[in-house]
Structure formats: C-alpha cells, structure tokens
C-alpha cells in the first residue's frame, strides 16, 4: 500500500512541475525527461493497483474457502457425533445380546471372559498373560465354552455372533432361496 501512495505523490508532484514549467514556457523537449518520470511513476502507480487489487480479491476468496471448510468441519463434527452415538447404541445392544447368549448356555464368569477375549481375537497366550493365570487353565476353559455352546472352536464363536450382522450380498440371498 505504501509503494502505491509513493508513486501517487510522485506522478502527482511531476505532472505539477511540468505544468507549470509549460504554462511558464519551458519548452516540451526540455521536459522530457520531467515527463518520462511522470509516465513511470504513473505506471508505477498502476502496476501496484493492480497487484492490490489482485491480493485483495485473492484474499477475499482464500477467506471464503477458509469459511466453507469451517462450516464443512463442523458439519462433519456434527456426523462423526451422531454416527458415534448410533455405533455406541449398536455396540450396546451387541454386548447385552452376547450376554444373553452367554446365559443361555450357561457360561460361568471365567468362561464369559474367555469367550469376550477370545471374540477380541486374543490368543490363548495373550490371555493367559491378561488374566494371570496359566495357558492350560485358559485351554480348558475355552473348552468348556465350546462344549457348552456345541460350537466347534474360536472361529465358529466369532461366526456365531457376526452372522447376523453381516448382510449377505444380494446374489448370495437368491442362491440360498433357490435351495
């Protein structure tokens, strides 16, 4: 801004001076260079508008799009809120359904959090380590889980919970109807 005020004081102060060195009879040809810093200081003038301006409106728009991100993140807030209350009710409802399950067939408590872990993906190890108590302990019980529960093993536990969360794909629906 201050280069802009320069050249305007410039280009002012010299086309004051040659007026008045014509009006006084001055020759043209003995003003030409008078009139060359004129021109330059006018275009000077010009060319530091210009840039101005551009800036300007080059701000104009980054604060736009700095408002549109804005509003955009707080509408992406506001999802993330809702999607996460909606995963937390659904997660809710998983684990007072796998409790359920669990009464029905009658799990005691050691065996409930073995059964939980093992649907984390722990391995036996991992959770013998957890639970402080040995790898054989952690075998039978798991054990005893599959007994009660007639499944085969840790990936039939898993499967029997996530069956029904997983939808089937379409195709495969019209395969299993054709049966």
């Known amino acids: 801004m201050a280069s802009i005020v320069l050249f305007a004081v410039i280009a ?22 008078e009139v060359l810093i004129f021109l330059s200081a006018l275009g000077g003038f010009g060319y530091h508008w210009w ?3 551009a800036a300007r ?11 549109e991100a804005r509003a955009e993140v707080r509408r992406w807030a506001e ?14 409802g998983l684990g007072e359904a796998i409790d359920r399950q669990f009464d029905r067939w009658g799990l005691s408590p050691a065996e409930r959090e073995i059964a939980l872990l093992q649907l984390k993906g722990l391995r036996h190890k991992e959770i013998a380590e957890l639970r ?3 790898e054989r302990t952690v075998r039978q019980q798991a054990l005893a889980v599959y007994r009660k529960s007639g499944l085969n093993g840790r ?7 996530l069956e029904d969360l997983l939808l089937p794909e379409p195709a495969a629906i019209s395969r299993i109807q054709q049966r």
């Open 132 to 134: 402080q108590t040995s």
């Open 57 to 67: 409106q080059h701000s104009e728009d980054l604060d736009r799009e700095l408002a």
């Open 155 to 161: 990936s039939d536990l898993a499967a029997f919970f």
């Open 79 to 92: 999802d993330a809120k809702r999607w996460n209350c909606e995963a937390q009710d659904v997660l809710q």
């Open 12 to 33: 002012v102060l010299m086309a004051t001076d040659v007026t008045i060195e014509f009006r006084s009879g001055v020759p043209m040809a003995l003003q030409s260079f």
């Open 51 to 53: 840039k101005f301006a």
